[in-house]
T-cell receptor, first 115, second 110 residues
């Protein structure tokens, strides 16, 4: 069964360092998302991406964050200068369509720890 | 903006019990998602439903669009069902991103 894969599963980084979280969405999907979950809190939306550009972003997604789909398969989230409060589980998701009744497929997540 | 509420927040059950987790939302939607999050953190989609009822193995999900309410039932619960169960709804905006509930932490004891 096709799946969304994320790497690494766990990343520890020093405050102020840049991190890149990687995702390989399902191959024929067209819509891509990043969500995050701070420990003990709800999953929250960060950004959506379609047709090689950001289609929507949340208030959390400030200038420190960027997304890219560099080669038609990978979908990356970059945090330029990590802060302690960026520590969270980051989930990539993809879907075939944008319609509200389309299933979203999630990766296993990357646990980011900023120290 | 859609608000999603789940109850209960925590649930402990004995193996074999019938379990119900509830989800309500504030703005009408076309579909609702039930997701499972295991202790390792990964999220798995269980159901997407827009009306009536869906069944998969021991899991049953129902939705009442008029009441803006959905339930997830687990029959003959087993310790391996222990996980966080999350409902999520599309926000109805430009990208239909998902709005998540707080999750229900289920522990099934042998």
């Amino acid at each position: 069964e096709p799946e969304v894969t994320q790497t690494p599963s766990h990343q520890v980084t020093q405050m102020g360092q840049e991190v890149i979280l990687r995702c390989v969405p399902i191959s024929n999907h067209l819509y891509f998302y990043w969500y995050r979950q701070i420990l003990g809190q709800k999953v929250e939306f960060l950004v959506s991406f379609y047709n090689n550009e950001i289609s929507e972003k949340s208030e959390i997604f400030d200038d420190q964050f960027s997304v890219e789909r560099p080669d038609g398969s990978n979908f990356t989230l970059k945090i330029r200068s990590t802060k302690l409060e960026d520590s969270a589980m980051y989930f990539c998701a993809s879907s075939l369509q944008q319609a509200s009744n389309t299933e979203a497929f999630f990766g296993q997540g990357t646990r980011l720890t900023v120290v | 903006k859609n608000e999603v509420e789940q109850s209960p927040q925590n649930l402990t059950a004995q193996e074999g019990e019938f379990i119900t987790i509830n989800c309500s939302y504030s703005v009408g939607i076309s579909a609702l998602h039930w997701l499972q999050q295991h202790p390792g953190g990964g999220i798995v989609s269980l159901f997407m439903l827009s009306s009536g009822k869906k069944k998969h193995g021991r899991l049953i999900a129902t939705i009442n669009i008029q009441e803006k309410h959905s339930s997830l039932h687990i029959t003959a619960s087993h310790p391996r069902d222990s996980a966080v169960y999350i409902c999520a709804v599309p926000d109805g905006g430009a990208t239909n991103k998902l709005i998540f509930g707080t999750g229900t932490l289920l522990a099934v004891q042998p």
